[in-house]
């Protein structure tokens, strides 16, 4: 059974760093044929995906987000992890991390979420 859990602060201030872990069991991250996303969805907004990184630590994101984001991996730890600069209040919402499968499976396996409000 495959399991992703998201951990890190619920709270951040504005312009410090967003930092969230997601721990992977049941499955390697080093699996070639498997990559990682960090997904968010703000109240009320629908899904916005991230980036992605993949077995070999390679990465990529989404252009509107990419000069704040960061993507690692702990292949020691099976973790992968997100980091977003300079937040706002309009980075508050509810984290996801994935498993991606490719284009036939998408998106097969996700952690329940974890809400990040920016706040002073």
């Known amino acids: 059974q495959v399991q992703l859990q998201e951990s890190g602060p619920g709270l951040v201030k504005p312009a410090q760093t967003l930092s969230l872990t997601c721990t992977v069991s049941g499955a390697s991250i080093r699996t070639s044929y498997y990559a990682w996303s960090w997904i968010r969805q703000p109240p009320g907004k629908g899904l916005e995906w991230m980036g992605i990184?993949?077995?070999?630590?390679?990465?990529h994101y989404t252009p509107s987000l990419k000069s704040r984001t960061s993507i690692s991996s702990t292949t020691s730890k099976n973790q992968f992890s997100l980091q977003l600069t300079s937040v706002t209040p309009e980075d508050t919402a509810v984290y996801y991390c994935a498993r991606d499968a490719g284009e036939t499976n998408g998106m097969d396996y996700w952690g329940k979420g974890t809400l990040v409000t920016v706040s002073s």
């Open positions: 990184i993949a077995y070999d630590g390679s990465t």
